[in-house]
């Protein structure tokens, strides 16, 4: 239970699915300033997409930052909706 606070815990493990938020709320974050950076337009356009994650790397900040197979860049999981599912053994380099 501790550890549920800690910034550098996953909450999507790698090789799961999750669904990227809405454009709506992806744009929000672009507006208020809340993220440090916030997702570019060709980032918003994947909005409501499902994509897995293929690498997880810690932030300069000390939060957890998610890279994707198919959406470009990197993003915080308040980009994400939900963790779908995870795979036993599917390749990451499959398209969805």
Known sequence: MADEGNPHRT?????SFV????????????RNGIL???????????GEKI??????T???RGGVLYGLEIALGF????CYR????TPLCSPI????
């Open 11 to 15: 909450k999507f493990p790698q090789g």
């Open 19 to 30: 669904r990227i938020k809405s454009r709506g709320e992806l744009e929000a974050f672009r």
């Open 36 to 46: 440090r950076f916030p997702p570019s337009e060709a980032q918003v356009a994947y």
């Open 51 to 56: 994509d897995s994650i293929r690498r997880i």
């Open 58 to 60: 810690p932030s300069i």
């Open 75 to 78: 993003g915080t999981r308040s």
């Open 82 to 85: 939900d963790s779908l599912h």
């Open 93 to 96: 380099s499959e398209k969805y």
